[in-house]
């Protein structure tokens, strides 16, 4: 069973950032995709950003596209989220998820396991 587990959510002033950490256990980290997705309240889940598990190249939403950078450390279990300049749009829970295959995609639908969430909140 896999288990992710989110940390680095906090109250950030707008233009502020904040890097967000999900740390994986039980079965194997590298050679599958992760992703970031969020919800704000009253809307859909959405896509933020991806990372491949076979080259490490990265897709991102176009909301985020220049000021989020995602990565991962497949020694330490764990992806990463850096998020600069911050809105007051990018308010939401941010959950990290994985998915089986090693493949980039932005629909959560594809995603086989997913954390508990970590709440981001930025004050204009």
């Known amino acids: 069973q896999v288990q992710l587990v989110e940390s680095g959510g906090g109250l950030v002033q707008a233009g502020g950032s904040l890097r967000l950490s999900c740390v994986a256990s039980?079965?194997?980290?590298?050679?599958?995709?992760l992703a970031w997705f969020r919800q704000a309240p009253g809307k859909e889940r959405e896509f933020v950003a991806a990372?491949?598990?076979?080259?490490?190249?990265?897709l991102y939403a176009d909301s985020v596209k220049g000021r989020f950078a995602i990565s991962r450390d497949n020694a330490k279990n764990t992806v990463y989220l850096q998020m600069n300049s911050l809105k007051s749009e990018d308010t939401a829970i941010y959950y990290c998820?994985?998915?089986?295959?090693?493949?980039?995609?932005?629909?959560?639908?594809?995603?086989?396991?997913w954390g508990q969430g970590t709440q981001v909140t930025v004050s204009s």
């Open positions: 998820a994985r998915r089986d295959s090693p493949y980039l995609i932005n629909r959560a639908t594809f995603f086989n396991y």
């Open positions: 039980g079965r194997t980290f590298s050679g599958h995709a």
């Open positions: 990372v491949s598990g076979s080259d490490g190249s990265t």
